[in-house]
């Protein structure tokens, strides 16, 4: 069978290849509280995820279990996580500092490639890991980062340049790489 040209990484660049992703990875409100590991009912597409234990009858295979109910909106982490599923990427609901922390299900990628997972901010906190409420993205394209933050509200595209004009996200901490795909992870 031929693989979904929808699931396939875009060919097209930035707003371009954002137009063609599906309405619901579009359309995303942005919100604080729809973050990994938030409790239900706020997030009940956690659900969703593999290691939450579920009856089998609910599960419809991995599209329907890599893709997260965005309609009440996401935050950075949750979004990003959403777009990869998308393209069969896995990426277990880790918050930021976990993630950057994580060999698992991600490894660090210098430099980052297409649907890499991208985080910033604003440099070192005390007392706190590194990565902690680090703003993650996708990277896009060259110079280019899918995400969604509470400045766009919605999903947008910006550079990284953009992101380095702006305190809260003027450090580039690093990319990370999802190690397997849906279809790997499973077997």
């Not at 979904?4 to 660049?13: G, K, L, Y």
Request: glycine share 8%.
């Amino acid at each position: 069978m031929p693989p979904d040209s929808s699931r396939q990484v875009p060919a097209t660049h930035g707003p371009d290849a954002l137009r063609r992703l599906p309405e619901a990875l579009r359309n995303v409100a942005y919100s604080a509280a729809r973050h990994p590991g938030a409790a239900t009912p706020e997030c009940p597409s956690d659900d969703d995820h593999p290691s939450v234990e579920r009856p089998a009858t609910d599960l419809a295979g991995p599209t329907a279990s890599h893709s997260p109910d965005l309609t009440a909106g996401a935050n950075c982490q949750r979004y990003a996580y959403a777009v990869l599923g998308h393209f069969g990427l896995r990426i277990p609901p880790l918050r930021s500092a976990e993630l950057w922390a994580d060999t698992a299900a991600t490894r660090r990628a210098h430099p980052p490639h297409h649907l890499d997972l991208v985080l910033f901010d604003a440099g070192p906190v005390p007392g706190r890991p590194p990565g902690y409420g680090a703003h993650v993205g996708v990277h896009w394209a060259p110079d280019q980062v899918l995400h969604l933050c509470r400045e766009g509200g919605v999903p947008v595209v910006w550079s990284y340049a953009d992101f380095a004009a702006r305190p809260r996200y003027a450090r580039f901490l690093g990319a990370k790489r999802a190690v397997a795909s849906v279809g790997e992870a499973d077997r």
